[in-house]
């Protein structure tokens, strides 16, 4: 059972299940680090999903990530508009923003695809010369899409940008005491409005990993709660890009493992593998409570 | 305030559900049909939406339709339609059995029909596909080709028609190869196709050569995972799902939901219909394995008899297919 093509096969399928959980939840994170709670991400992922597909039939691709990351901002634009501009509660209306885009989705895709179909250009697997031969690291990360590269740059910059620019700090700052920034000279509702919109991106980008990296297609609700997920997993990850990252890695090789389990055919009850990475996720969660609170004013209107 | 009001209204709206409209004169028959999931999975949904459309052309009934994923939704779809005077409403799948129950008590001029129902209850009518009459063809298919003697089976949740279907899978493939090993996934989506693709994937991982599934929008990652995956072969369910990978799919079990549906409106429309549990196996034609043509080169030769053999027997009585549904 444990030969070394099923453990890396194993290893490369986490990390492709944990990309998009990974690109939601560093966007997440900054949004949060602002103070924003966005519920709505996972409607963002869900319109970058149908975006990508959109995008991807009609001008490959390229065109296909494109029309993610717009889709995903459109999305987070209408909760920054509710949420900090009409300043009403985040809970209500990112779950609003949600159920909108779900809807939303499902009406469109019914005009734009009619019949499933696999017809869709989707991203190859591209092989990172050299360091793909590292072995075990090498085909586990380095032999997967641009998206989940490009998850690897976002990481570092994320966390660039919280911790070691200006503009972090008073980012920063709108999520722990936003009275405080606004005597400061800080924006809050502009600052906070580019949170989300950069976690809107992120999670447009997400639904592109679920559509051009994995399914080749789209389908109504295809995110199945990974945009919730990936909420939970910002605060796995301590409300850091790199915690966040390390979380969404975990989740994936949770999901990943219950894939396996299941098909390796056992007598334990195939319902005790699915509720395998939540059961691991609570478990962590229940390890980091008491080390670190999230931002001050999380969830808090300005 | 208001602003705040109306955007978080409207985003509610938009995301309450989406139903086509119904231009009709208040005594037209009126058909709505209310799928557990989308109707663009290809399959299960997606045929009964066809059936829909037929009953419109056919039939000239008013039309409507809507998707409920949830059971809350599920009975509130049922009352609503029923409420508004709709004659026939379709609940599609085992799911909406008990609500429809609830719901009928309420509403005696409507008739509920549960595709893949259990029992006959008053004014709710199930059809029984016995899916499993097919699922058994496309079992001895996937046990003769089998190189690696696993094959798999991706079902959305452990329902029991899908279980029924799984069934028959197991059996076919036994009648042919004792030996084989099979494996099962449930994903507890029928939504979800990346997690389709990846418990696909986790399978061939492991030297399963044959995936059969039962999970409507989240199986289509399945084909997905075929089309990547060299020398793995691919079975559909509900509908012919050969174009989904055309070099991968050697046949699917079909449920020719237009059929059914078309059938069973016309006697209601007709005024020809007694309250009676419909049952369609394989000698009804609304069930049928729908072979992919393009694949039968692989087919060793006589097997294409032993298949029509075991229909034959199927269809006269004399092969028992595994859990048999009631009637």
Redesign the interface.
């Known amino acids: 059972m444990i030969d070394s ?2 453990l890396v ?2 290893a490369a ?1 986490s990390v ?2 944990g990309t ?1 959980l990974a690109l939601a939840a560093v966007g997440e994170s900054i949004a949060e680090r602002s103070g924003m709670i966005n519920l709505g991400i996972e409607g963002a992922m869900l319109a970058g999903a149908f975006g990508a597909a959109v995008g991807a039939a009609h001008g490959g691709v390229a065109s296909g990530v494109g029309a993610a990351v717009v889709a995903g901002l459109l999305v987070a634009t ?1 909760f920054a ?2 949420a900090v501009a ?3 509660d985040q809970i ?2 990112g779950t ?9 989705t ?2 469109l ?2 005009r734009a ?6 017809s869709l250009p989707i991203l190859p697997v591209v092989h990172v010369p050299v360091i793909e031969h590292i072995p075990l690291v090498g085909p586990v990360f380095f032999r997967q899409t641009v998206l989940t590269y490009a998850c690897y740059v976002l990481i570092p910059l994320a966390s660039a940008l919280l911790w070691r620019t200006r503009f972090g700090l008073e980012l920063r700052a709108c999520g722990e005491a936003p009275a405080a920034a606004t005597a400061a000279g800080v924006h809050v509702g502009r600052t906070r409005a580019l949170a989300v919109l950069m976690g809107g991106a992120c999670a447009g980008l997400a639904g592109a990993a ?1 559509v051009l990296a ?4 789209f ?4 995110t ?1 709660g990974r945009g919730f997920i990936a909420i939970a997993i910002v605060a796995l990850g301590r409300w850091n890009p790199w915690g966040t990252a390390a979380a969404a890695l975990l989740f994936g090789g949770a ?2 493992l219950q ?2 389990f ?4 056992s007598h334990v009850p ?1 319902q005790l593998f ?1 509720a395998l990475p939540y059961l691991l996720a609570l478990a962590a969660l229940g390890m980091a409570v008491g080390r670190h609170r999230g931002p001050a004013a999380l969830g808090q209107s300005h | 305030m208001t ?2 009001r109306a ?2 209204l ?3 709206l ?5 139903r086509s409209p119904v231009h009709a004169t208040s005594n037209a028959f009126k058909v709505a049909l209310i799928t557990p ?7 299960w949904n ?1 045929g009964a939406y066809q059936g829909l459309q037929q009953i419109k052309d056919s039939l000239g009934a008013a039309i409507s339709n809507i ?1 409920a ?1 949830t059971p809350a939704e599920q009975e509130e779809a049922l009352r609503s339609y029923a409420a508004q005077g709709y004659r026939l409403v379709f609940g599609h799948g085992y799911e909406f059995q008990q609500p429809a129950e609830r719901v009928s008590r309420d509403y005696p001029n409507t008739i509920f029909i549960i595709t893949s129902g259990q029992r006959l209850s008053g004014n709710v009518i199930p059809l029984v596909f016995r899916i499993h009459e097919a699922t058994y063809l496309a079992g001895m298919l996937a046990g003769v080709m089998t190189r690696t003697g696993k094959i ?1 089976f991706i079902g959305g949740m452990e329902l029991p028609p899908i279980k029924l279907g799984l069934d028959g899978w197991i059996q076919g493939a036994r009648a042919v190869r004792p030996d084989v ?6 994903l ?2 029928f ?5 389709g ?3 696909a ?3 061939i ?2 030297g ?1 050569d044959q995936l059969h599934h039962n999970a409507d ?2 199986g ?2 399945v ?2 995972a075929a ?1 990547e995956s060299p020398g793995v072969l691919v079975y559909g369910a509900n509908g012919d799902q050969k ?3 055309p070099d991968r799919v050697v046949a699917s079990a079909v449920v020719d939901l237009p059929r059914a549906l078309l059938v069973v409106s016309r006697e209601i429309q007709h005024g020809a219909f007694t309250p009676h549990a419909e049952s369609f196996g394989l000698g009804s034609g609304v069930i049928r394995l729908a072979v992919n043509p393009e694949l039968e080169r692989l087919w060793p030769t006589g097997l294409a008899e032993r298949i029509k053999a075991a229909s034959d027997s199927i269809i006269a009585g004399t092969l028992k297919v595994a859990g048999q549904a009631p009637r």
């Open positions: 093509a099923l096969g194993f399928a492709r299940v998009p209408v508009a509710v009409a300043r009403a209500i209306s609003a923003v949600t159920l909108g885009a779900t809807g939303l499902g009406l895709a019914q695809f009619t019949g499933g179909n696999l679920l994995q399914v080749g297609m389908t109504e609700r295809m199945a999901t990943a894939y396996t299941q098909a390796a055919g195939y699915l | 602003l705040r955007l978080v409207v985003a509610l938009l995301g309450a559900c989406h999931g989308s109707i663009a999975d290809a399959a997606a998707e994923h798999g090993q099979i494996r099962i996934t449930y507890n989506s939504d979800d196709a990346a997690a693709k990846e418990a994937l986790a399978m991982r492991i399963v929008a989240a289509l990652g084909f997905s089309r174009s989904l990978a």
